[in-house]
């Protein structure tokens, strides 16, 4: 059983950091690409960021130079440095982990960490 849970949201003020981390558990499969989305309700979710097994990253424009994404592969674990937040970063944020089970992609969601920024 596959599990995905993130963790490390909060409220911060405007200006401040915080740092996401996903822990991927219970796979016996390649763990693919990691994926972090947001979402405010009635909205449809929103890619933050994604990294590839090898270290590729790839941004939302909204977030560029301002998020970065890692990942330790050897804790099956990715993270989501969040620097210079505003309001308009106020969200639910999720962890999407792609594992690849022989020839098929299989994704994995987690539960959501929210995070409040305040002016």
């Known amino acids: 059983q596959v599990r995905v849970e993130e963790s490390g949201g909060g409220s911060v003020q405007s200006g401040g950091s915080l740092r996401l981390s996903c822990a991927v558990s219970?796979?016996?499969?390649?763990?693919?690409?990691i994926g972090w989305y947001r979402q405010v309700p009635g909205k449809q979710r929103e890619l933050v960021a994604a990294?590839?097994?090898?270290?590729?990253?790839d941004y939302a424009d909204s977030v560029k130079g301002r998020f970065t994404v890692s990942r330790d592969n050897s804790k099956d674990t990715a993270y989501l440095q969040m620097n210079s937040l505003t309001p308009e970063d106020t969200d639910v944020y999720y962890c999407?982990?792609?594992?690849?089970?022989?020839?098929?992609?299989?994704?994995?969601w987690g539960q959501g960490t929210q995070v409040t920024v305040s002016s």
């Open positions: 999407k982990v792609e594992i690849l089970v022989i020839t098929r992609l299989d994704a994995y």
């Open positions: 219970g796979s016996r499969f390649r763990i693919e690409d």
């Open positions: 990294i590839s097994p090898r270290g590729v990253a």
